[in-house]
């Protein structure tokens, strides 16, 4: 039996055509929790900007940051930032002009300099854009995750660099950038030992390359069908897009195994 399921946000929950949670998966969601099931936000998005979502009161607990930032009921059962030393590397590279770069708090985020991927990524994300702050300041900061703006490959640099970070992408603008060994699985393991709940008793939803470790540890890992074709060959089924009720569709389709 399905006791937990686990949504990413963007392209998954949030249409990027209509950044906004399509009705049909509200339903789904809403069933499920009057089965009892736990659904779990999964984001790389910090508190501030998954307030829209989280102030729905359809989520029994969050994994934001990517993994970096766990809730349960509303306590923070996990956490962990980014190294001092990998941030100072971080840092000096941004103020000397080789990245360009989002630095992200539990509820603050910036970033230390605009570039043509920072305008489409805002864009296509449906994001507010961020401040602009000196790089410095988030040496005073507790930074959970970065955002490195830029071409695949920017972020090579970087994580060369900095050997305690490793770097994820679900767009062509920009990689998100956290400490090695983070991830959203590893959130999952977090909130599930919190519950009791084994890892083949849990549903994960996702379209992007930071969802594939929580496709991989989840009993049924769940693909969006606009994700790429890497991230669906980790999925163990495919579903509709997320303008096609995905969601809806999976929930519908797995609905002996979720008790509903």
Known sequence: MIRAVYFDADGTLVSFRTHAVPQETIAALKRLHTAGVKCILCTGRNAGTSAPLLDTGLFDGAILLNGQLCYLDGAAIHKRTIDRA?????????????????????????????????????????????????????????????????????????????????????????????????????????????????????????????????????????????ASDAVKAQANYVAPSVDDGGIAHTVELFAAQLGL
């Not at 709940?197 to 849990?202: D, G």
């Open 86 to 226: 990998d941030l100072q590397i971080a840092v000096d590279g941004a103020e000397r002009g080789d990245f360009t770069l989002g630095f992200v708090g539990e509820r603050d985020n910036f970033m230390n300099r605009f570039n043509a991927q920072v305008w489409l990524s805002d864009e296509f994300g449906g994001m507010p854009p961020m401040r602009l702050r000196p790089a410095r300041e988030a040496l005073e900061m507790e930074i959970y995750q970065m955002h490195i703006y830029g071409s695949p490959g920017c972020e090579d640099a970087l994580v060369q660099r900095a050997k305690g970070l490793v770097a994820a992408r679900w767009s062509e603008n920009f990689a998100d950038v956290f400490p090695l060994g983070g991830g959203k699985e590893i959130g999952m393991r977090a909130i599930n030992e919190h519950l009791g709940i084994a890892p083949e008793q849990t549903m994960a939803f996702g379209d992007g390359e930071n969802d594939v470790g929580m496709l991989k540890y989840a009993g049924v890992g769940v693909a969006m069908g606009n």
